[in-house]
């Protein structure tokens, strides 16, 4: 060192000190993300301007870049929650959210970076409570389902949307009654399912019945004008044509030894 020039000495000490400066000043935003500039020197949290994008980003050395991940999340919330008749519901529910890009520097000013537990999760926790709340035991268990998860979705939405929040969807995952309000709900609708499928087949038995019913009717209504429209005279005609056709028939052997009542002659096989 002591061989070196005098000149050499702060030219070494520069580039040391500029070598710290641009390591303490360089920022690296990732995919997906997005930074809030805070000035020490100059206001604090920056929000009249867009955050830094993603990639590389000088800063004053004095001055601290916050990282937020600007991509959809994912939110869990369990919950206990109490049904319309009191009862307690135990309810699994997710959210997909974001913060909002052009207001990120507000979002961290007035939040902070845990928004999410501060703000997202209560919103939660009270839309659920609100929208259960209007709901039985057995609607939730059965029919009510995608009906309460779109209204948890609504009224949370209304309650973050001024928070620098975007609200993408509500999913709820499970809905977990106590045991014995599960099991008589099962029952009672075992025995509806059950009374629904007597009823279609006492309805399909009524509906065979009236056609038979008709069927035998309209056999009934032939007969009766088939009846209307023979004669003596035709049946006698009928007869002989039949009586006839009989006689000529190779298997018998026929012999013709009167007449009957009616007129017609009578005939005897070989038995």
Request: aromatic share 6%; charged share 25%.
């Given at each position: 060192?002591?061989?070196?020039?005098?000149?050499?000495?702060?030219?070494?000490?520069?580039?040391?000190?500029?070598?710290?400066?641009?390591?303490?000043?360089?920022?690296?935003?990732?995919?997906?993300?997005?930074?809030?500039?805070?000035?020490?020197?100059?206001?604090?949290?920056?929000t009249d301007q867009p955050p830094l994008g993603e990639g590389f980003h000088?800063?004053?050395?004095?001055?601290?870049?916050?990282?937020?991940?600007?991509?959809?999340?994912?939110?869990?919330?369990?919950?206990?929650?109490?049904?319309?008749?009191?009862?307690?519901?135990?309810?699994?529910?997710?959210?997909?959210?974001?913060?909002?890009?052009?207001?990120?520097?507000?979002?961290?000013?007035?939040?902070?970076?845990?928004?999410?537990?501060?703000?997202?999760?209560?919103?939660?926790?009270?839309?659920?409570?609100?929208?259960?709340?209007?709901?039985?035991?057995?609607?939730?268990?059965?029919?009510?389902?995608?009906?309460?998860?779109?209204?948890?979705?609504?009224?949370?939405?209304?309650?973050?949307?001024?928070?620098?929040?975007?609200?993408?969807?509500?999913?709820?995952?499970?809905?977990?009654?106590?045991?014995?309000?599960?099991?008589?709900?099962?029952?009672?609708?075992?025995?509806?399912?059950?009374?629904?499928?007597?009823?279609?087949?006492?309805?399909?038995?009524?509906?065979?019945?009236?056609?038979?019913?008709?069927?035998?009717?309209?056999?009934?209504?032939?007969?009766?004008?088939?009846?209307?429209?023979?004669?003596?005279?035709?049946?006698?005609?009928?007869?002989?044509?039949?009586?006839?056709?009989?006689?000529?028939?190779?298997?018998?052997?026929?012999?013709?030894?009167?007449?009957?009542?009616?007129?017609?002659?009578?005939?005897?096989?070989?038995?």
């Open positions: 060192m002591d061989k070196l020039p005098k000149i050499a000495l702060p030219a070494i000490a520069a580039i040391i000190f500029l070598i710290i400066l641009i390591s303490k000043s360089a920022v690296t935003i990732g995919s997906g993300e997005a930074g809030v500039l805070y000035k020490t020197f100059g206001g604090g949290v920056v000088l800063v004053a050395p004095w001055n601290k870049v916050y990282v937020y991940e600007v991509r959809q999340q994912e939110a869990f919330e369990k919950m206990q929650v109490l049904s319309s008749n009191g009862l307690e519901i135990k309810l699994d529910a997710s959210a997909w959210f974001q913060p909002k890009y052009e207001d990120l520097g507000k979002l961290h000013q007035e939040k902070s970076e845990q928004y999410k537990d501060r703000i997202l999760l209560p919103a939660i926790r009270s839309a659920a409570r609100s929208v259960v709340g209007r709901y039985t035991p057995e609607q939730l268990y059965s029919s009510k389902r995608d009906a309460i998860q779109q209204e948890i979705y609504e009224e949370t939405k209304t309650i973050v949307d001024g928070q620098y929040i975007q609200l993408n969807e509500i999913l709820v995952r499970d809905v977990t009654l106590p045991a014995t309000i599960k099991d008589a709900i099962e029952r009672k609708l075992k025995q509806e399912q059950e009374s629904l499928e007597y009823e279609f087949r006492l309805v399909t038995a009524q509906k065979e019945a009236e056609r038979q019913r008709i069927e035998a009717q309209g056999k009934a209504d032939a007969n009766k004008i088939l009846s209307a429209s023979l004669t003596d005279k035709i049946l006698q005609d009928k007869g002989i044509e039949a009586t006839l056709k009989l006689a000529q028939s190779p298997n018998a052997k026929v012999v013709v030894v009167g007449s009957g009542d009616d007129g017609l002659p009578l005939i005897l096989g070989n038995n």
